[in-house]
T-cell receptor
């Protein structure tokens, strides 16, 4: 599995953009980058995923570098409810749907 | 509403007493999976199923059984629970390819005394 590296924690002021980085330098050409978050002990929530191009949905934007060795999840206007652990995951080409979760980034949104 | 439903949310039991945690999805997904989450160890896959009657071991299958008799249901069975199976369990489902997100249930917190 391609390994990902994320900072253990980040802070963000409410209303500001939260930019969460992820390094995945060993990613293969056909492996997707997925982002999930987990609030307290709830089930992981899917946020966004991408292969090569930048992606945007109602929750966030995903920026993938041209060499695909890193990506950034952007929450454009963070709120207190965005406080959570955010996981960057590279989805393997083997077992089709397995996700290997790392330790993630704990994002704290403050007033 | 599209969702993965697990029951029960909380369960306290004693060593050796067989139990089943149910999981059901209403999205017609082919792929279903069970994870456990423990402090410091993150989420680890227990078992998965690519389709009806097709199941396979994940990373930590010891002490667990699963079955997939219907597409929508994927129960997790602990024949003889032990205290080291005290954990937070999540069921998940997806369409089964790398371009399809995995959707998780809200979890079952199991305590084995």
């Amino acid at each position: 599995d391609a390994k990902t590296t994320q900072p253990p924690s980040m802070d963000c002021a409410e209303g500001r953009a939260a930019n969460l980085p992820c390094n995945h330098s060993t990613i293969s050409g056909n492996e997707y980058v997925y982002w999930y978050r987990q609030i307290h002990s709830q089930g992981p929530q899917y946020i966004i995923h991408g292969l090569k191009n930048n992606e945007t949905n109602e929750m966030a934007s995903l920026i993938i570098t041209e060499d695909r060795k890193s990506s950034t999840l952007i929450l454009p206007h963070a709120t207190l409810r965005d406080t959570a652990v955010y996981y960057c995951i590279v989805r393997t080409t083997g077992t089709a749907s397995k996700l290997t979760f790392g330790t993630g980034t704990r994002l704290q949104v403050t007033l | 509403e599209a969702q993965v439903t697990q029951n029960p949310r909380y369960l306290i039991t004693v060593t050796g007493k067989k139990l089943t945690v149910t999981c059901s999805q209403n999205m017609n997904h082919e792929y279903m999976s069970w994870y456990r989450q423990d402090p410091g160890l993150g989420l680890r896959q227990i078992y998965y199923s690519m389709n009806v009657e097709v199941t396979d071991k994940g990373d930590v299958p010891e002490g667990y059984k699963v079955s997939r008799k219907e597409k929508r249901n994927f129960p997790l069975i602990l024949e003889s629970p032990s205290p080291n199976q005290t954990s937070l369990y999540f069921c998940a489902s997806s369409q089964g390819n790398r371009n399809s997100p995995l959707h998780f249930g809200n979890g079952t917190r199991l305590t084995v005394t």
